[in-house]
């Protein structure tokens, strides 16, 4: 999925998104930065946004002269045998030392596990490697070599994250180099804003952030208000636990992410925008703001040549790390630097939203999508997914799965070959009774459901899940094995709800926290058994009674877990 | 006391009721079984309050929350808002007066058996027993425990409605 | 002036275009319960208790916040409708700590006539009996935190009416609470004009005058609209 074409020069690329930075990939990159500085420059070293399989970072992919290979779990230890490995000048000195002084150690080998190529000696050591063992260094690294044909890669459909993983996030010549801003110029001199509102309207684009409203309609709604002043706010505030969509855009392609923005700009007229990403995000908000400062340079945003129509400034607004704030009005209310919490609605925010004025807010994957439905056509992208959830949507696929990590699949994909055959299926735990099969999907994070394993040829789009009692969201996919019981996952989620409400309405404020003691009756096996109907009551009155969707949505993981698993609850109630 | 202010239907209620247990209106000292009604008053907050409202839920037909004290726990409940760091508020009442605030011989009074064991939290006695009817009130006003008490006589449940019948306080 | 008519509970009712539901609700002669909601302030719809069912309309919506408009049809009183208002009044007791027998406001407060309207005849919820403080740092009044539901009249009265905006919120979920300043002392609070206003919004018996014992709590909660009256309308006489 992630190649270069065959006959590039030799490159690493080594994820420092936030996923590898963790499991030690910023001292990889460094390590391999280093050692590639002894190569005379032969092979480029560079740092790139999510390649995908987060769950064995850190990864790195190697270009080579036959295409591309991945590695995972690297250590920064290995950086010297990737580098070897992966440097054209030491292939062309193995192979004359192949014919010479190790010839006679070296026995001959069949196809390389390793090597992308041809070349069958490549594996072997260079000379002069300061390892003891260099055929044992490279085994190793064959061993951690990924197939990228395997289902996790090659069925993914990447547009979103089309050059996430392959540009240098920090470097606006490398996205300029795959076609950034190019839409957003052509709109600016060729599309009128009306125009560019009906290509988004006829792809049938939806909402990435959850709700899946339609974005042209959106569009058009801020368009269409009376004159004056308006905004595009780009929702950055993922919160969701298990959710790093939005994450890997920022950090891995922040120029897509901008252009997007401006291109909503242009099409609502708006002049002035805000990105709001949660301060938990540190990489991401660094990224954001050198991108935003390389654009403005370049004139990216007004004043470049033909633009001067179009002013627009944008700036990068960083949250205190409240959940709500993700909620449209609470959002705003930060922007405006209130408390944030929701107020109701209507009216909503393209009518009345920043300081008053029509306001667009859409999640950052909405806007990433805007330039490729330029680039493609709204007809090419809207026959993409399902003819009511068109196009791709990416997911962050976590919990009990072999293959975790972040995977763009048509809507409309069964979550069964998410889960089954990207994901790998769940982890096997031998010698656990009744361990280890997979048991359910919760989908939408702490606001969606659980979808049961005998639902998972259910096709992944808006309402299929919602008829499941789930919800799409923003896209977290967390799968759960035998191994928990789901009045521990409700439990979980609702902890989760108690300590990021605003607390501005009571049932969300004090529903919530009753809704957390009743299910710590069930986890603990002392609910009576009125408990039961105490607690459908009070999530029908949390969902039915609550100001934002925060609140509405606290009771859905409790809601759904009843709807399928209902015997756990009932086995949560103690003997008389 | 506020049963006193009943007045005269104090004898009209004496000829169709008879009262078989009260800590100041009988001496019987065992809750007898078969008892068709019972006022509870006060919350629930020792071993002994405990056990008591288990007997009578077991051996009584119709139980009322008899004010506030029943209802919502209400003055012996203040010590559940001393609970420094748990859930437990009995030791921290029995510290804060037997420990912080002795002038001499601090020390915490046990007495197994003769004084019975505060419960961790004082709770209202619907949350230790189902209760039937609830009169709220501090105390509830003679006119609120007849227009209680007058149906339950015809075998009827009361429906307390409005600011006479059902404010706190 | 533009006149709307809808109907409320099946019957009709004409109201001043721009009226919100509330407003139209109590044309049509209906108490609806509030407790965030006070006339002379902006609504915030957080108490939940007005909420009311609007014909075509999914969610039920909070009468306070929402704007009536010509056709609708609105219902106040259905049998879900007021099984959640009682759920919502036991969900206010339970959080905090509202023994009514010694409170300031008892036989004059809010969230106790609402307990009366909404029939609660005690909390299904257990209480929470949150450990929360009094701030008697001020001169002339005090703060009760145990009895504070959070409509945030007084957050609000103080910024819209007074413009000293001495309060705001704290906190999030079952944590927040009313703040003075910077959360600090409210007798501390320089922007305080000791001006009362926040005493007597307070449906319930967390703020108040030092002097009051129990049951002594008698405030002027119309105080707010004939101030907004008398600023909006030029009308100076209490009505």
């Excluded at chain 1, 990068?316 to 409240?322: D, E, L, M, Q, S």
């Excluded at chain 1, 008829?467 to 979980?492: I, N």
């Excluded at chain 3, 106790?112 to 009044?141: E, K």
Aim: hydrophobic share 40%; glycine share 10%; charged share 20%.
């Amino acid at each position: 999925m992630i190649a270069l074409p065959p006959g590039s020069a030799s490159q690493l690329r080594c994820c420092h998104a936030s996923g590898c930075r963790s499991a030690g990939g910023e001292a990889l990159l460094q390590a391999l930065q280093e050692a590639a500085r002894d190569t005379g420059g032969t092979l480029t070293v560079k740092g790139v946004g999510c390649l995908r399989l987060c769950g064995r970072g850190p990864l790195v992919a190697w270009d080579g002269p036959g295409g591309t290979a991945l590695f995972g779990d690297l250590r920064p230890a290995q950086a010297g045998d990737l580098v070897r490995l992966a440097s054209p000048g030491d292939h062309e000195e193995r192979r004359r030392d192949g014919q010479g002084s190790q010839a006679g150690s070296q026995p001959a080998r069949g196809s390389d596990p390793i090597v992308p190529s041809t070349d069958q000696d490549t594996g072997s050591a260079a000379p002069g490697g300061a390892e003891a063992q260099p055929e044992a260094a490279m085994a190793a690294l064959a061993s951690q070599r990924l197939d990228l044909e395997q289902p996790f890669f090659a069925l993914q459909r990447p547009l979103v994250l089309e050059h996430c993983g392959l540009i240098d996030p920090d470097s606006l010549d490398e996205a300029l180099e795959r076609g950034a801003y190019a839409q957003l110029q052509r709109c600016l001199r060729e599309l009128s804003p009306e125009q560019v509102r009906a290509e988004i309207r006829l792809s049938g684009l939806r909402g990435r952030g959850g709700a899946g409203y339609p974005t042209g309609l959106k569009w058009d709604t801020v368009a269409l208000q009376p004159e004056g002043p308006r905004y595009v706010v780009c929702n950055a505030d993922e919160g969701d636990p298990g959710a790093f969509m939005n994450r890997s855009v920022l950090e891995g392609d922040p120029h897509r992410l901008l252009e997007g923005i401006a291109i909503a700009a242009y099409a609502v007229g708006a002049e002035r925008g805000y990105i709001y990403v949660r301060a938990e995000y540190p990489l991401a908000i660094a990224r954001m703001r050198r991108a935003l400062a390389q654009a403005r340079q370049r004139g990216l945003f007004g004043g470049a040549p033909g633009t001067a129509s179009f002013q627009f400034d944008l700036e990068v607004r960083v949250g205190a790390g409240a959940y709500v704030c993700g909620e449209e009005t609470a959002l705003l209310a930060s922007i405006q630097g209130r408390r944030g919490c929701p107020r109701p609605r209507p009216p909503f925010p393209a009518q009345s939203g920043l300081w008053g004025a029509p306001t667009l807010i859409n999640n950052v994957e909405t806007l990433a999508t805007v330039p490729v439905i330029l680039r493609m056509g709204s007809e090419a992208y809207a026959a993409i997914g399902t003819p009511t959830s068109p196009g791709t949507k990416v997911f962050a696929l976590s919990g009990a799965v072999r293959h975790t990590g972040l995977v763009e699949v048509p809507l409309g994909t069964a979550l069964r070959t998410i889960v089954e055959t990207i994901g790998g299926g769940s982890l096997e735990q031998p010698g656990v009774p009744g361990g280890g099969a997979l048991k359910a999907v919760q989908t939408g994070g702490p606001s969606g459901g659980c979808i049961p394993a005998d639902h998972l040829d259910t096709p992944v789009d808006y309402e299929s899940l919602r008829a499941l009692g789930a919800m799409m969201g923003s896209g977290g996919m967390v799968v759960v094995d035998t191994g928990t019981p789901m009045p521990l996952l409700a439990r979980h989620f609702m902890a989760f709800s108690v300590s990021e409400s605003c607390g501005k309405c009571v049932p969300c404020r004090a529903g919530t926290v009753q809704l957390a003691a009743l299910l710590d009756r069930f986890v603990e096996h002392r609910a009576e058994p009125a408990d039961l109907q105490r607690l459908e009551q009070l999530c029908a009155m949390v969902r039915d009674t609550s100001l934002c969707g925060l609140g509405q949505a606290a009771p859905s993981p409790v809601l759904s877990t009843l709807r399928w698993f209902r015997a756990e609850y009932e086995s949560g109630i103690a003997g008389p | 006391m506020s049963f006193l202010d009943l007045d005269e239907f104090l004898f009209d209620l004496a000829e169709q009721v008879e009262i078989v247990f009260s800590p100041v209106a009988s001496d019987i000292k065992t809750y007898p079984e078969g008892v068709d009604l019972c006022l509870v008053e006060g919350a629930v907050a020792n071993a002994d309050n405990l056990e008591l409202a288990l007997q009578v839920r077991r051996r009584t037909a119709v139980v009322v929350s008899f004010g506030d004290c029943a209802v919502t726990a209400n003055v012996p409940g203040l010590r559940n808002l001393i609970t420094p760091g748990g859930r437990d508020s009995a030791m921290a009442a029995l510290q804060r007066s037997y420990l912080e605030l002795a002038d001499s011989q601090a020390q915490i009074p046990v007495a197994p058996g003769v004084v019975p064991e505060l419960l961790p939290r004082v709770l209202p006695l619907h949350e230790v027993i189902p209760v039937d009817v609830y009169l709220p009130g501090c105390p509830p006003s003679a006119a609120r425990i007849r227009a209680c008490l007058e149906p339950m006589l015809r075998g009827e449940r009361p429906r307390l409605e409005g600011p006479e019948m059902l404010r706190f306080g | 002036m533009s006149v709307i008519t809808l109907s409320i509970d099946g019957q009709p009712v004409a109201v001043p275009a721009g009226s919100s539901l509330l407003q139209a609700v109590r044309a049509a002669g209906i108490r609806l319960p509030t407790l965030c909601h006070l006339d002379g302030l902006s609504p915030v719809g957080a108490c939940r208790l007005c909420l009311v069912q609007v014909e075509g309309v999914s969610r039920l919506l909070p009468a306070c916040a929402s704007e009536a408009s010509e056709g609708l049809q609105v219902q106040t009183d259905t049998p879900e409708l007021r099984e959640y208002r009682r759920m919502a009044v036991e969900l206010f007791f339970a959080e905090g700590n509202h023994e009514c027998a010694y409170c300031v406001a008892n036989g004059d407060c809010e969230l106790q006539d609402v307990a009366v309207t909404v029939g609660m005849d005690h909390s299904r919820f257990p209480y929470r009996w949150p450990n929360r403080s009094v701030d008697a740092s001020h001169p002339l009044f005090s703060l009760d935190h145990n009895r504070c539901i959070l409509c945030t009249r007084c957050v609000r009265v103080c910024d819209e009416i007074e413009a000293a905006h001495v309060w705001d919120v704290a906190e999030r979920g079952a944590h927040c609470r009313i703040i003075a300043g910077l959360d600090q002392p409210w007798g501390e609070v320089d922007a305080c004009t000791h001006c009362g206003k926040c005493v007597d919004v307070c449906p319930t018996g967390a703020l108040f005058h030092k002097a009051d014992g129990t049951a002594e709590k008698h405030p002027d909660r119309e105080r707010a609209q004939h101030l907004r009256r008398a600023r909006d309308q030029h009308e100076w006489q209490h009505r």
